[in-house]
C-alpha cells in the first residue's frame, strides 16, 4: 500500500530529526460485524421497501404502458395516471423543495435519519455487506482472510463476491435505464446485444457507481463525498435526536474486576469495543457525536445485545438528545421546526391543489411570422397562426377552437380538431376581421380552446391581430 503524502517540518534551533507530518491518513479497511436486534430490523425493513419499489415499478403495467416512465426522447413524462410535458417543470422544481424542505425538517427533529435507514448509499452498502458475509464470512473470518496471502481459495472466494457484487450492480444500472426507455422494450435489446449508445452508457456507468460506491468506497462517500456529512451540524441544535451514549452511566469503562481492584466505582461500559466493531464507518460513539456518524444505530443494537449478557439496563447508547443528557427538558416544537413544518405544509397543500385543479390541455400559439397580416377576399384582412394543442390525458379527445376579441372576429378554418392521447398537435389557423371593423395597428385577441367531451377541460390563450 502506498505511503500518504507527507511534509517535512523542522523547528529552528532544534538538532534533533526532522518531524514528518503526514497531510493524509490511508485508509484502514473497515469489516462491520453482523448485528441484530430493533433498529437492525427497521433497516432492512427499509432496504426490501425500497428495493421492491426501484426494481419492481418500472415493470407495472398502467393503462397499457409502464406505469412510471420518463420519456426522454418523446418529452413525456407518464407517473401512474399522470402526463407531465416539458411545460410542467414547475412541478419538478417544487418536488425538489420539497425535498430539500423534508430532509431539513427531518434532520432538525431527528438527526440524520435519511442516511442511515433510506440513502441508496446506506441501502446498498448493507445489501453488498450482505452478500460479503454469506461468502466470505462474518468479520473475523473476513479480516483473516483479508490478511492472508494469495492463494487459489482466496481467489476464488474473492471472485464469486465481486461477481455477484457486479451481477447486481448491472442489473440496478438496468433497472435504472428501464425508467427512461420502456423496460421491455430494453429487456429485449439486453438480449439481442442491441442496445443503443446511450442506453449502454447509462447502464454500465449507473452499474459501475453502484459497484464502486457500495463495494469499494463504502464509508468514504459518507465521510468525504457527500456535502450532508459536512453542513448536517448547520441544522442540530441540543433538542435534535442523535444517538447517544451515556458517559455518567459508562464511566469509568472497562472490566468490573480490574476496575474494583482500583477501588473504582464501575459503570456499565465493559470496554468491548462492540459498538466500533458494528459501526459502518468505524467510528466510536464514546467519543461523542461526529459527522462520520450516519444514525444507523447499529451501535444501539450491539451494545443492548452486550447489556442483556451482563445483566445491564439496555440504553447505554440510545437515541436521545443533548437536552435529555443534561437533564433538561427536549423541545419538540421549536423556532426551526416550525417554521420548516409550515413551510413544507404550505407548498405541498399548492402543489396538491395545483395538481387537482390542473387542466389536462395544454394550448401554445404562435404566429406565423412569414404571414403577419395580409388581405384576402373580399378586403377581409387575415393573420395566421399557429397552434399547438396537447392533450395530456391517455384518451383521444376532439377540441374545438374558438376565437374572440374583436367585432367580426372568426376562424377561417376547420374548428374541430383531434388530438390522440397522451399526443400534441401543430395546425395552422387562420382568423379573418371584416374591412373596417378594426383600426390598423395591433389587437388583444384571445383563443378558447375546449374538449367536446368535457366542459371543464378549456383553456384560454391571449395573442394579437395586426391590422395594416
Not at 70 to 77: L, P
Not at 219 to 231: G, H, I, K, L, S
Not at 374 to 383: P, T, Y
Request: glycine share 8%; net charge positive; hydrophobic share 45%.
Amino acid at each position: 500500500m502506498p505511503r500518504p503524502s507527507a511534509s517535512v517540518v523542522r523547528f529552528p534551533g532544534r538538532s534533533d530529526e526532522p518531524l514528518e507530518q503526514a497531510l493524509y491518513e490511508v485508509r484502514k479497511a473497515i469489516h462491520p460485524r453482523a448485528v441484530r436486534g430493533w433498529f437492525a430490523g427497521w433497516r432492512w425493513a427499509l432496504v426490501w421497501v425500497t428495493q421492491l419499489v426501484f426494481y419492481g415499478l418500472a415493470w407495472l403495467p398502467w393503462n397499457g404502458r409502464q406505469a412510471v416512465l420518463f420519456d426522454i426522447a418523446h418529452r413525456k413524462f407518464y407517473i401512474f395516471g399522470l402526463v407531465f410535458w416539458p411545460q410542467d417543470i414547475v412541478y419538478l422544481t417544487v418536488l425538489l423543495i420539497l425535498s430539500a424542505l423534508a430532509l431539513f425538517l427531518f434532520t432538525a427533529v431527528a438527526g440524520r435519519l435519511w442516511c442511515g435507514y433510506a440513502c441508496p448509499q446506506t441501502v446498498y452498502t448493507e445489501i453488498f455487506l450482505w452478500i460479503e458475509r454469506k461468502i466470505e464470512g462474518d468479520r473475523n473470518a473476513r479480516i483473516k482472510l483479508d490478511g492472508s496471502g494469495l492463494s487459489w481459495k482466496k481467489f476464488f472466494v474473492k471472485a464469486q463476491k465481486h461477481g455477484v457484487w457486479i451481477a447486481l450492480s448491472l442489473w440496478t444500472g438496468f433497472s435504472f435505464v428501464g425508467y427512461f426507455t420502456p423496460i421491455h422494450e430494453l429487456l429485449g435489446e439486453v438480449l439481442h446485444l442491441d442496445t443503443g449508445p446511450w442506453e449502454t452508457f447509462w447502464v454500465l456507468f449507473y452499474g459501475f457507481a453502484t459497484y464502486g460506491n457500495a463495494g469499494w468506497m463504502r464509508e468514504q462517500v459518507c465521510t468525504y463525498m457527500c456535502p450532508y456529512a459536512r453542513f448536517q451540524s448547520a441544522m442540530f441544535d441540543k433538542d435534535t435526536l442523535i444517538i447517544t451514549y451515556d458517559k455518567a452511566r459508562g464511566e469509568p469503562r472497562g472490566s468490573q474486576a480490574r476496575l474494583a481492584a482500583q477501588g473504582l466505582a464501575a459503570g456499565d461500559c465493559v470496554d468491548c469495543s462492540i459498538c466500533v466493531q458494528v459501526c459502518p464507518t468505524g467510528i466510536d460513539i464514546r467519543d461523542g457525536l461526529q459527522y462520520q456518524c450516519i444514525g444507523c444505530a447499529a451501535c444501539i443494537d450491539g451494545c443492548n445485545q452486550v447489556m442483556e449478557k451482563v445483566g445491564k439496563p439496555k440504553g447505554l447508547i440510545r437515541y436521545s438528545t443533548t437536552h435529555a443528557i443534561e437533564g433538561l427538558k427536549t423541545r419538540i416544537l421549536r423556532p426551526r421546526v416550525v417554521v420548516y413544518a409550515a413551510v413544507l405544509a404550505a407548498i405541498a397543500l399548492a402543489a396538491g391543489a395545483s395538481l387537482y385543479l390542473r387542466v389536462p390541455l395544454k394550448v401554445d400559439v404562435i404566429r406565423d411570422r412569414a404571414a403577419i397580416a395580409r388581405e384576402v377576399e373580399g378586403g377581409r384582412i387575415e393573420n395566421v397562426y399557429r397552434l399547438q394543442i396537447m392533450n395530456t390525458t391517455e384518451r383521444a379527445r376532439t377540441f374545438e377552437i374558438a376565437v374572440e376579441g374583436l367585432p367580426t372576429l372568426a376562424l377561417a378554418t376547420e374548428p374541430r380538431v383531434e388530438v390522440r392521447a397522451a399526443d400534441s398537435r401543430l395546425l395552422p389557423v387562420r382568423v379573418r376581421v371584416d374591412p373596417g371593423s378594426a383600426a390598423v395597428g395591433t389587437h388583444a385577441i384571445r383563443f378558447r380552446v375546449r374538449a367536446l367531451d368535457d366542459a371543464q377541460v378549456a383553456v384560454v390563450e391571449k395573442s394579437v391581430f395586426i391590422v395594416r
